[in-house]
Nanobody, 115 residues
Framework: QVQLVESGGGLVQPGGSLRLSCAAS????????MGWYRQAPGNQRESVAV???????NYADSVKGRFTISRDNAKNLLYLQMSSLKPEDTAVYYC?????????WGQGTQVTVSS
């Protein structure tokens, strides 16, 4: 079973930046789309950003212009560059790889935006 591992979370002040990474435990032959999701306490998990195998991206309105998703297809790596962070961005962030046959999730990494 392939495992996804996120890293890069932490505590940051409002206006700051963080870069999240997600790595697969082994090579995956075909990934249709990769994405970042987040879940704040008391809220449902929501989509933050998605990138397809051909590079098309989609962002939640709340993060447009502040977050950038990117991927390294050869290494099965996924990134989320987060800038101008706000307290409302505080959540556990999860990465997701969609192969069409499987939907793989990481264990999550905590992002806390607070002064």
């Amino acid at each position: 079973q392939v495992q996804l591992v996120e890293s890069g979370g932490g505590l940051v002040q409002p206006g700051g930046s963080l870069r999240l990474s997600c790595a697969a435990s082994r090579s995956i032959f075909s990934i249709y789309a990769m994405g970042w999701y987040r879940q704040a306490p008391g809220n449902q998990r929501e989509s933050v950003a998605v990138i397809t195998s051909d590079g098309r991206t989609n962002y939640a309105d709340s993060v447009k212009g502040r977050f950038t998703i990117s991927r390294d297809n050869a290494k099965n790596l996924l990134y989320l560059q987060m800038s101008s962070l706000k307290p409302e961005d505080t959540a556990v962030y999860y990465c997701n790889f969609n192969t069409g046959a499987d939907s793989l999730w990481g264990q999550g990494t905590q992002v806390t935006v607070s002064s």
